[in-house]
């Protein structure tokens, strides 16, 4: 993670008070005091909100080994589908865990078989591709069956990926079982943990050999050196003109193009020269409605581009300007939203568009994308090369609003004028105020704000809206979290 530096010249690393430096921390905390919060739960949300994406543990094996049952024991309740049968799970399924105070996600996975058609290759799938996104792996073998053909196809599967692996011998319910466990060693991952999913027998040696390999934060995949060339992902539903904005900006034919939708397959890396800059622009696949329906290359191609996204700084989202805005366009932009990049939104084929389309265009934005109306626009044609110009200096918008910093002391001063202006509505006889807040960590922008009672949903667009007019949050999503105060002399347990 980058070092930050600090007003007075100082190193400070982010990781240790989100972005607060070491004078701001103290006073902060000081104030936090002042206003009756307990210490442990301020730093709490502060370490929550700094910490950025929290490190991924994908849960991985074949059909029916119990990974999902290990994956409720793991978070610590009955969430993840569990029946005595294989293939209830198929789509990757998050959840957010704790061990000896360590949070990290756990991803919950289908059934891994090989050489399958239909919708068990779209299962395996998936879990391959949570194996690429995942940090370590937790992999899950029936200590009863013992290794399967099967099984010893996830292990090569798993050397290929070259990611941490905790190897969970399942089903093991008593002491006569573990010898069951040790025939395991045979699959070459070392030490097979014996576990018993359904009644959390092992489980808790298990995540402490899962801790022990999962860093304490995922690493950042993208901005690999200092000065290095910022990434940005073209992402689009298919045929709205990626490969043609990306030739276009390059200057020559670097990637296929055809009217055919879905020529790219693979995200296309390319280094290009804009403005005095060199960026490295990202193609990729277009993203279909319905992807868990696909098959085959289309499948595997969604899965890229959603990785795509996840390693680059900004997304330039394309928009066909000639057609209504779709259901799948939102999607997309959700996607990136939740991703936290930095976003721009180019409505390419604009040179198509007469004067009647043009003004329903403008009113479909203003209805259907008013959720980002932050983001940065600009009006292209990938064929012509119009407006191109404009692109270089709405990626660096959004890349400033998306790595802005603001210190303690101004935001509370702008916090404590919004609500003195504008104080939060009356609910069941009581009004609940932002006392305090801080920006604790970037990229994108996460703020920690502490009340003395419930935040409404509507309150707290209304303090983002602000939050963009006065700092000029431009072009990224802002992460806000609110703390509430207990009563005072409330102890925790």
Do not use: C
Request: hydrophobic letters at 40%; aromatic letters at 6%; proline letters at 5%.
């Amino acid at each position: 993670m980058n070092d930050q530096i600090q007003p007075d010249g100082s190193a400070e690393h982010e990781y240790e008070h989100g972005a607060l430096g070491d004078a701001e921390y103290a006073e902060f905390m000081e104030l936090a005091a002042e206003e009756g919060f307990d210490i442990e739960d301020v730093e709490g949300a502060i370490e929550a909100a700094g910490h950025g994406p929290l490190p991924v543990l994908a849960v991985v094996g074949r059909p029916n080994v119990g990974k999902s049952t290990l994956v409720n024991r793991i978070i610590g309740r009955r969430e993840a589908v569990v029946e005595d049968k294989p293939g209830v799970t198929r789509d990757r399924v998050t959840y957010e865990a704790e061990w000896a105070g360590r949070r990290f996600k756990v991803v919950d996975t289908g059934g891994w078989e090989q050489d399958v058609l239909g919708i068990d290759a779209s299962v395996a799938a998936q879990a391959e591709y949570a194996i690429e996104a995942a940090d370590a792996v937790v992999f899950v073998v029936d200590a009863k069956v013992g290794a399967t053909d099967t099984d010893e196809a996830v292990v090569r599967l798993l050397r290929k990926a070259g990611k941490p692996v905790v190897l969970a011998a399942n089903k093991v319910d008593g002491p006569s079982g573990e010898a069951d466990a040790a025939y395991l060693w045979s699959l070459g991952l070392g030490e097979p943990h014996p576990v018993s999913a359904l009644h959390g027998r092992g489980t808790g040696d298990m995540l402490d050999a899962v801790l022990e390999v999962l860093p304490d934060a995922p690493e950042q995949s993208f901005g690999t050196a200092v000065g290095g060339p910022r990434r940005i992902a073209l992402i689009g539903r298919p045929n709205v003109g990626k490969s043609s904005l990306l030739n276009k900006v390059a200057g020559e034919e670097r990637v296929v193009v055809n009217e055919l939708a879905g020529t790219t397959r693979d995200p296309v890396d390319e280094l290009i020269e804009l403005g005095g800059v060199t960026w490295k622009f990202v193609d990729t696949a277009g993203i279909r409605k319905r992807v868990h329906l696909q098959q085959g290359a289309d499948y595997y191609a969604s899965l890229r581009t959603a990785a795509a996204v996840e390693k680059a700084e900004v997304a330039v989202i394309l928009i066909d300007a000639s057609e209504n805005i779709s259901v799948q366009d939102q999607r997309i932009i959700t996607m990136a939203v939740e991703a936290g990049r930095a976003m721009v939104i180019a409505y390419n084929k604009w040179d198509t568009l007469d004067e009647e389309r043009r003004y329903y265009l403008e009113r479909e934005i203003e209805t259907e994308l008013a959720q980002v109306a932050w983001a940065p626009r600009v009006n292209v044609s990938a064929r012509t090369g119009r407006h191109m110009e404009k692109l270089v200096p709405a990626i660096e918008t959004a890349l400033a609003g998306w790595e802005t910093r603001v210190p303690t002391g101004r935001l509370n001063a702008f916090l404590g004028e919004l609500v003195s202006a504008h104080p939060h509505p009356v609910r069941g006889g009581k009004q609940p105020r932002i006392l305090f807040g801080t920006q604790a960590g970037t990229k994108p922008p996460r703020f920690v704000l502490f009340a003395s009672g419930f935040i409404e949903a509507g309150y707290r667009r209304f303090i983002e809206r602000r939050l963009r007019e006065e700092f000029s949050f431009e072009g990224t999503p802002i992460h806000i979290s609110v703390r509430v105060r207990e009563k005072r002399g409330a102890k925790k347990k």
